[in-house]
């Protein structure tokens, strides 16, 4: 089975663009988390679906940030408009219904905000 | 106050011997579940291994195990028999709840150089 995808998997941008991260979770996972890695902050969760649904998008920094899951198999993470500060790896993860299984992760997007 | 502390920021070992790797958890859940994850220099985020707060047992993967200390509330990560290809930065994590639909909590990270 195919793990986690991820794309990008690098961007650069410039101050001031709309910037747009793609997910797609293992088929048959029915929770996926957009997790954000700072040097600074380290691995922090962003929001994360189940079943297509926003939970909890309380770790979101501001509204600049928004993330959609369209349907079981893909979810976008927008940033609009960027800021050097959102510079970043985002990392999205899924994971089944069930309390013993991990969160698999994908490759992450290195992003870059000049 | 942090919920997962890794206070080795480095850790150096040679080839072929064992390593902890230390983590401390806090909780007032009963019920929580505590990971571990590599991440090599090509950045990715590999699963290690898996103990949940019930399990009797210390959970074994190949040449990981976790030494789950629960009165003390440590899950330490011992590999034993090192190999160049262990050099890379070990993340201890925790989701409270243990249920599927909780973020995992993540500590700072120790970076492991294995030497020949």
């Known amino acids: 089975d195919a793990g986690v995808i991820q794309s990008p998997r690098h961007e650069v941008t410039e101050m001031g663009q709309e910037v747009t991260l793609r997910c797609k979770p293992i088929?048959?996972?029915?929770?996926l988390f957009w997790y954000r890695q700072t040097m600074m902050r380290g691995l922090e969760l962003l929001i994360y679906?189940?079943?297509?649904?926003?939970?909890?998008d309380s770790g979101m920094p501001e509204d600049r940030f928004s993330a959609k899951m369209p349907n079981a198999s893909f979810s976008t993470l927008k940033i609009q408009p960027s800021e050097p500060r959102d510079s970043a790896v985002y990392f999205c993860?899924?994971?089944?219904?069930?309390?013993?299984?991990?969160?698999?992760f994908g490759p992450g997007t290195r992003l870059t905000v000049l | 106050a942090q919920k997962i502390t890794q206070t080795q920021p480095g850790m150096f070992v040679q080839e072929k011997e064992a390593v902890t790797l230390d983590c401390t958890y806090d909780?007032?859940?009963?019920?929580?579940?505590l990971f571990w994850y590599k991440q090599p220099s090509s950045g990715e985020m590999i699963f290690l291994i898996y103990?949940?707060?019930?399990?009797?047992q210390n959970a074994t993967e190949g040449r990981y195990s976790l030494n789950f200390q629960k009165a003390r509330k440590s899950a330490n990560l011992v590999i034993s028999a090192s190999q160049l290809g262990d050099s890379a930065m070990y993340f201890c994590?925790?989701?409270?709840?243990?249920?599927?639909?909780?973020?995992?909590?993540f500590g700072k990270g120790t970076t492991l150089s294995v030497s020949s």
């Open positions: 993860a899924s994971t089944r219904s069930t309390s013993t299984d991990t969160q698999y």
């Open positions: 088929s048959g996972h029915d929770y």
């Open positions: 679906f189940n079943n297509n649904v926003p939970i909890d």
């Open positions: 909780t007032s859940d009963p019920s929580y579940g």
């Open positions: 103990q949940g707060s019930y399990d009797q």
């Open positions: 994590a925790m989701r409270e709840a243990n249920q599927a639909g909780t973020a995992l909590i």
